[in-house]
């Protein structure tokens, strides 16, 4: 081996990267290892966050203690209910009368139903009427800064508020048998459960990150699509609002000329 190729093996041996060679070629393109088996990459910010919005309302709005009391009793119900999945795009899969006991179970206390009002600046979100109904308030526009406070809170995958929220998921799937582990997993998976009063956190959140990225994703395309779509019309209400109210003349200019915004176009 010449000194160049043992110093380029050198250089890259600690790096998680696989050679040019191992790859195969498919329909001239080079796929990953992972893609190759069909695993496809899932953003938690663009596609796996969306799906369980309702617990990233609870968890930037309630102390994080209350909060977790909160997923427990929610994992334990709503598992012994049949959900293996607490996401929107999977609620939206279940029975009517299914998913109304589990929004009771969520919605017991008003500091909860008030937590989970932004939910209904959503008209798409699966089972919106049952979601209104266990939720009883009329959302307003202060609940746009609700949501932003929410998802500036739980947009960073890595964050506290995504870790825990992230760790619901996890629950679910180990309530439900989706999700197994060896015997030699036993006190990590203790840690699982006593989250996150056992074990070194540094320790526990990533692997906690990384078991729940391989979790099975159901979240609908329509509903990110949707999600998305609003947040940017609800961003330009706000801005337009702002404006507004720090100069009279452009509401009266806006007013008096009658100009109309499709925020849906």
Known sequence: ???????EKGKFKDYNISRLGSHKLVDKKLPSHLGQLGVAACSWQ?????????????????????ALTVFRHVITKWTEFGIDNP??????LLPEEKVKDALRELCKVDEIKYALKPLLLFPFLPHFNLWKEAIGFEPSSDDWNTLSHALLK???????????????KLMFSIYSRKLHFDETFRERVQCYFEYPNRG????????IRAT????????????KKAFFQLLRDGALINIISHICNQNINIKETLLNNLIKIDLLS
């Open 87 to 92: 996401g929107s795009s999977s609620l939206g």
């Open 1 to 7: 081996m010449s000194k160049n190729k043992k110093r």
């Open 46 to 66: 663009d596609e796996r966050m969306p799906d369980v919005l309702w617990m990233c309302l609870i968890i930037s709005q309630i102390p994080r203690e209350k």
């Open 154 to 168: 739980c947009d960073f995958h890595q964050s506290q508020e995504a870790t825990d929220c992230r760790w619901v």
């Open 212 to 223: 729940e990225i391989g979790i099975d994703q159901n979240s609908s395309s329509e509903v």
């Open 200 to 207: 070194d956190q540094r320790e526990v959140r990533p692997s």
